[in-house]
């Protein structure tokens, strides 16, 4: 049947003003004119902090700050992503302007493996993020939408920093639920492994049955920059998961090295908790091989490091054939978590989302600041996606120190 034909007999040919998807192919596409990053001025300090992983590194927390990327159009819609590396930027216009930004899986798959950016993947998702962002602009559709909603909010988890006295952790357990978070992700960094066991004891007393506590060892940066905490063996990972198990701990992330697989995968043999982790781990194919090899049950893809928006909906496709949850790393705090929000409400069997939230030095409000409407946690601890266009978070651009 002829298309006019068809819109006729439907009746859809006398309004075809209803279709803004008919219109836009119609019309000039969109294409790239330019790419920029924007430095954010911080709004104030919230007090120094070490982080469990890496201790003898207190930094100052900051309200607010970092850095966005912003991608243009020459139809005045732009798109925004976490801050890439500044020293990228001239290589990303090469390849991406006078480009549809709609043609996102072909430009990511160029940019990853012909324009020298295979090194450097957090590049290479910024785009993909700020691209999306335009696309679901155009659209006039929250991303959820637009790939296929299938929740309208998410249970937040209070991802704890600091390697707190157990006595603390317990208090700041009991602050959380009364404020409405269902769960918190407490480090696991005592020097003594008691220590971590009595930690995980006393919130769990604290906060009864009806909060869900998660841990991380964070044992697996084999990989990344020195890590002078604690270093677990297979012993120690073993007696702690099969104690957490007692306490009906939902999860241990990270209890060995990141390619530590024999290892990990004897874990997973050996124990009934489940075991969580991925965050730093590169590609497809080693998530392809994760699940393979049986190393874990819950998947922490993370969205600048696992191949942007398009490896981490792949891994969530791979652990939904293999019965796996796949619940991503937190993605940086600002720009990275909003996408990944939006990938999580289209999971079915993903029912968290990763808060970086360890008050009063560093709750997720800090790194929410730059936003003109940032999502909140509720009071029954779940985030909702939000309901804009594209990721939905608009920068408050007074905040723009300035842009290269
Ligand atoms: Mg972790």
């Known amino acids: 049947m002829k298309r006019r034909k068809f819109l006729t007999n439907t009746g859809l040919g006398f309004a075809p003003i209803m279709f803004p998807a ?64 500044v020293s990228g930027i001239n290589r990303m216009k090469q390849l991406l302007v006078g480009q549809d ?10 940019m990853r493996y012909t324009n020298g950016a295979a090194s450097n993947w957090r590049d290479v998702a910024c785009m993909e993020i700020a691209m999306w962002d335009i696309v679901g602009k155009v ?39 009364e404020e409405g978070w269902q769960g918190m992700k407490i480090r696991l960094h005592h020097l003594e492994q008691k220590e971590d066991i009595r930690t995980i004891e006393l919130v769990r007393n604290a906060v009864g049955d009806d909060f869900e506590i998660m841990t991380d060892a964070n044992q697996a940066q084999s990989s990344g920059i020195w890590q002078p905490g604690i270093q677990w ?22 209890p060995l090295r990141r390619y530590d697989y024999e290892g990990l995968a004897e874990l997973n043999r050996q124990t009934d908790i489940s075991l969580a982790g991925g965050e730093n781990n590169q590609g497809i194919q080693e998530f392809v091989d994760i699940i393979k090899r049986k190393l874990y049950d819950i998947l922490q893809p ?8 398009q490896g981490l909906r792949t891994v969530a496709a791979l652990g939904l054939a293999h019965h796996k949850q796949v619940i991503p790393h937190h993605g940086g705090g600002q720009l990275g978590t909003i996408a990944q929000l939006h990938m999580i409400g289209t999971w079915p069997h993903c029912p968290w989302v990763e808060i970086m939230n360890d008050p009063p030095i560093s709750p997720y409000t800090n790194g929410f600041a730059i936003f003109e409407n940032a999502p909140e946690v509720d009071a029954e ?3 909702a996606m939000p309901q804009g266009p594209g990721l939905g978070v608009n920068i408050n651009r007074e905040l723009i120190t300035d842009s290269s």
């Open 233 to 254: 063996d297979y012993k120690r990972a073993l007696d702690t998961a099969r104690a957490l198990n007692e306490m009906d701990v939902y999860w241990l992330e990270e």
């Open 302 to 309: 993370e969205i600048l490091v696992t191949e942007g928006v």
């Open 381 to 383: 601890g779940f985030m």
């Open 101 to 110: 930004p709609f043609d996102n899986e072909s430009l990511s798959h160029q």
């Open 139 to 177: 659209a006039g559709q929250p991303l959820y939408k637009l790939w296929g909603a299938q929740k309208e909010k998410v249970a937040a988890y209070a991802s704890m920093i600091q390697l707190s006295t157990p006595e603390e952790r317990a208090e700041t357990a009991v602050r959380l639920k």
């Open 22 to 85: 008919l219109a836009l192919a119609q019309n000039q596409r969109p294409r790239i004119t330019d790419i920029k990053v924007h430095r954010m001025r911080t709004l104030g300090e919230t007090g120094m902090m070490e982080s469990a992983w890496a201790p003898g590194r207190a930094y100052m927390r900051r309200i607010g700050g970092g850095t966005v990327t912003e991608i243009f159009t020459d139809q005045g819609i732009s798109g925004i992503a976490p801050g890439m590396n």
